[in-house]
């Protein structure tokens, strides 16, 4: 079944830099990539997600890209504020096992001031 | 507007007693229901979801059971607990399948089992 490995445990950056996180996956197959925050003690909120017609998408100051050959997506955030500080998710799902959300093991983003 | 609405919001419990989670939709009908299972610092595993009232398909069951007694109410239990399966349950719903549509998770229940 599908994997989603997520290369970053922790990324530190200072405010205003650009941070950037890893995440590759197994099934060629798999078409829909989303990213969540999770803050602590808290759950999971959707942060920005790409399918996979697309190799770009941005939101305000998120960026996600998609290179369907080496089965790699990312996740930038630009112009970072202490306030991104948090557990970041990809997870990745197909459109025929699409009951199924596979989770990255997750990247402890902190943006020192 | 839709809600999800998760109880309790936090458990202690010994092991070897029973666990009763629940979660519930309003706003919508016939949702796509999910339980998720967060161990303490890890990532999320995804043990359940139903399309259906009355149906539940397995991922991962962990010693879990999960069932749907109404198209918006979602339960998750087990008679008796293990230690391992402290940790953060989060519910989540679809109207759609996960590719096509919005996924939003519930705040989630933190349960110690001690």
């Known amino acids: 079944g599908e994997k989603v490995e997520q290369h970053e445990s922790t990324l530190s950056v200072r405010e205003g830099d650009s941070a950037v996180i890893n995440c590759t996956y197994t099934?060629?197959?798999?078409?829909?990539f989303p990213w969540y925050k999770q803050e602590a003690g808290k759950s999971l909120h959707f942060v920005i997600d790409?399918?996979?017609?697309?190799d770009r998408k941005q939101s305000q100051r998120l960026i996600v890209l998609l290179d369907k050959k080496a089965k790699r997506f990312s996740l930038h955030i630009t112009a970072t504020q202490p306030e991104d500080s948090a557990i970041y998710f990809c997870?990745?799902?197909?459109?025929?096992?699409?009951?199924?959300?596979?989770f990255g093991s997750g990247t402890q983003l902190t943006v020192m001031p | 507007a839709q809600t999800i609405h998760q109880w309790p919001v936090a458990e202690i419990k010994a092991v070897g007693s029973p666990l009763s989670l629940g979660c519930t939709i309003k706003?919508?009908?016939?949702?796509?229901l999910y339980w998720y299972w967060q161990a303490t610092g890890g990532t999320l595993q995804q043990l359940f979801y139903?399309?259906?009232?009355?149906?539940v398909e397995s991922v991962v069951q962990l010693n879990l059971s999960a069932s749907r007694p109404k198209d918006d109410q979602f339960i998750l239990s087990t008679e008796k607990l293990l230690l391992s399966h402290s940790g953060f349950y989060l519910c989540?719903?679809?109207?759609?399948?996960?590719?096509?549509?919005?996924?939003?998770f519930g705040s989630g229940t933190r349960l110690l089992v001690i």
């Open positions: 989540a719903w679809s109207l759609g399948r996960i590719a096509n549509s919005d996924y939003t």
């Open positions: 099934d060629t197959a798999s078409s829909y």
């Open positions: 790409i399918r996979s017609n697309v």
């Open positions: 997870a990745a799902s197909t459109s025929s096992g699409s009951w199924q959300l596979i």
């Open positions: 706003g919508k009908s016939s949702p796509n």
């Open positions: 139903s399309i259906t009232v009355g149906q």
